[in-house]
């Protein structure tokens, strides 16, 4: 069917994935190419990294707050014994809830002792580390950490981080609050670096002398040996066992959704009671597959890419649907309440991370709602026959199942 020239003198039905008047998109000049003429300077490479910004599906209209951002383009923060980048809502305006951090300690290398105003949740993307704390009631905790799991740390809980052998220790830190950085960390060597040396003296008796060699300057991150065995540790530390975990092996966890398109693992209060203001899922999705349409009614997702690649388009208020591309490396954020989906684009599986500033993970499923509407009222919405609304999914998939 063409389109009439003149669509409020003989209205039509628009066609399907071009809905709107005026018409968006290249599909609609498919007989006049001089309107997506493009002469001026081109970033060829930051193009090719987002074909779906550049060719926009017909369905995408206006424009919304961008959501995409990468650690790919943030500034490393390096020293003797690793790095860290991040990524605040001063880079990430979108990101009101959730601060990101990614993080690299050498082998031996060392986070120093700290604290933050803010909770911090974590997940081991490669490697293994050693983590310390003390929890609110005093009691110490010493645990090792390797790729897939996850630790929490409430707001104020002191905690150190070392890297081990062979291949130190890379992961992500997420903060409950999108204005935390790590340039404002609460740091041992700061405390006592700005503490008068007769102060210290008093407080754990001893000679003022015993603090003449002390850091002048915080380390935050340095070099170390690597720690011995983890029993010799949590002896010299006084763990004593039976308290509240403070570590969750989130890639062993029984899955909330499994098929042959992919799982989702979750980590909430549910499951992991001592992460009290952060719930996370771990989404694995299959070639060909994709995370199902769906939001979140409680609390922004903060998304961070592991691997392969994804396509995902937001639908808001307006209308407002725009698509855009993340891999591995990359963060995403989805406003509380909007629609969306994440399609694998790849060959590989992708692989990434949901993230909320909430106790309790909660997702509503498109497929899950229409399944317990009456036939017949979502039969009037869609103009789609009872028979068919019956073939779809019955109930939430988490991710659609290969056909």
Same mark, same amino acid.
């Not at 963060?331 to 599986?349: F, P, S």
């Given at each position: 069917?063409?389109?009439?020239?003149?669509?409020?003198? =003989?209205?039509?039905?628009?066609?399907?994935?071009?809905?709107?008047?005026?018409?968006?998109?290249?599909?609609?000049?498919?007989?006049?190419?001089?309107?997506?003429?493009?002469?001026?300077?081109?970033?060829?490479?930051?193009?090719?990294?987002?074909?779906?910004?550049? =060719?926009?599906?017909?369905?995408?209209?206006?424009? *919304?707050?961008?959501?995409?951002?990468?650690?790919?383009?943030?500034?490393?923060? !390096?020293?003797?014994?690793? +790095?860290?980048?991040?990524?605040?809502?001063?880079?990430?305006?979108?990101?009101?809830?959730?601060?990101?951090?990614?993080?690299?300690?050498?082998?031996?290398?060392?986070?120093?002792?700290? +604290?933050?105003?803010?909770?911090?949740?974590?997940?081991?993307?490669?490697?293994?580390?050693?983590?310390?704390?003390?929890?609110?009631?005093?009691?110490?905790?010493?645990?090792?950490?390797?790729? #897939?799991?996850?630790?929490?740390?409430?707001?104020?809980?002191?905690?150190?981080?070392?890297?081990?052998?062979?291949?130190?220790?890379?992961?992500?830190?997420?903060?409950?609050?999108?204005? %935390?950085?790590?340039?404002?960390?609460?740091?041992?060597?700061?405390?006592?670096?700005?503490?008068?040396?007769? @102060?210290?003296?008093?407080?754990?008796?001893?000679?003022?002398? @015993?603090?003449?060699?002390?850091?002048?300057?915080?380390?935050?991150?340095?070099?170390?040996?690597?720690?011995?065995?983890?029993?010799?540790?949590?002896?010299?530390?006084? @763990?004593?066992?039976?308290?509240?975990?403070?570590?969750?092996?989130?890639?062993?966890?029984?899955?909330?959704?499994?098929?042959?398109?992919?799982?989702?693992?979750?980590?909430?209060?549910?499951?992991?009671?001592?992460?009290?203001?952060?719930?996370?899922?771990?989404?694995?999705?299959?070639?060909?597959?994709?995370?199902?349409?769906?939001?979140?009614?409680?609390?922004?997702?903060? *998304?961070?890419?592991?691997? /392969?690649?994804?396509?995902?388009?937001?639908?808001?208020?307006?209308?407002?649907?725009?698509?855009?591309?993340?891999?591995?490396?990359?963060? #995403?954020? @989805?406003?509380?309440?909007? /629609?969306?989906?994440?399609?694998?684009?790849?060959?590989?599986?992708?692989?990434?991370?949901?993230?909320?500033?909430?106790?309790?993970?909660?997702?509503?499923?498109?497929?899950?709602?229409?399944?317990?509407?009456?036939? %017949?009222?979502?039969?009037?919405?869609?103009?789609?026959?009872?028979? !068919?609304?019956?073939?779809?999914?019955?109930?939430? %998939?988490?991710?659609?199942?290969?056909?």
């Amino acid at each position: 069917m063409e389109r009439d020239d003149h669509p409020t003198t =003989h209205p039509e039905i628009p066609s399907l994935g071009d809905p709107d008047l005026p018409q968006e998109g290249e599909v609609n000049i498919a007989d006049r190419p001089q309107s997506n003429t493009m002469t001026g300077p081109q970033n060829e490479v930051i193009e090719s990294q987002f074909p779906n910004q550049m =060719h926009a599906p017909a369905t995408d209209i206006s424009t *919304q707050p961008f959501f995409w951002s990468s650690f790919n383009i943030s500034p490393r923060r !390096v020293q003797r014994g690793g +790095w860290a980048r991040e990524l605040t809502k001063q880079d990430f305006h979108i990101s009101d809830e959730i601060a990101g951090v990614n993080m690299y300690l050498e082998p031996g290398g060392i986070r120093e002792l700290h +604290w933050h105003q803010t909770a911090e949740w974590a997940v081991m993307t490669r490697g293994k580390a050693r983590v310390t704390t003390l929890s609110r009631s005093g009691l110490p905790a010493v645990e090792d950490v390797e790729e #897939g799991d996850l630790w929490f740390f409430p707001a104020g809980t002191p905690h150190s981080l070392q890297g081990l052998g062979p291949g130190g220790a890379e992961f992500v830190l997420a903060f409950d609050d999108g204005d %935390q950085s790590e340039s404002n960390t609460l740091l041992l060597t700061d405390w006592f670096a700005h503490t008068p040396p007769e @102060v210290l003296a008093k407080n754990f008796g001893v000679a003022q002398s @015993v603090f003449s060699d002390i850091p002048l300057h915080n380390l935050w991150i340095f070099p170390g040996e690597e720690p011995p065995a983890l029993d010799i540790d949590q002896a010299a530390a006084g @763990v004593e066992w039976g308290m509240e975990p403070v570590i969750f092996r989130l890639s062993r966890s029984k899955p909330l959704y499994e098929n042959s398109g992919g799982s989702i693992q979750i980590a909430d209060s549910t499951n992991y009671a001592y992460s009290s203001t952060v719930a996370a899922a771990l989404v694995t999705v299959e070639p060909g597959s994709m995370r199902e349409l769906h939001w979140h009614p409680n609390a922004d997702e903060w *998304q961070y890419y592991l691997r /392969g690649s994804a396509r995902m388009t937001v639908f808001n208020t307006g209308p407002h649907a725009n698509t855009t591309d993340f891999r591995a490396g990359d963060v #995403g954020v @989805v406003r509380k309440n909007l /629609g969306h989906y994440i399609e694998n684009t790849g060959d590989d599986v992708l692989q990434f991370l949901e993230v909320f500033r909430t106790d309790k993970y909660e997702e509503i499923s498109l497929a899950n709602w229409l399944s317990h509407v009456p036939p %017949q009222l979502v039969s009037a919405h869609l103009n789609i026959e009872p028979a !068919v609304l019956a073939t779809f999914p019955r109930g939430a %998939q988490g991710i659609t199942p290969l056909r």
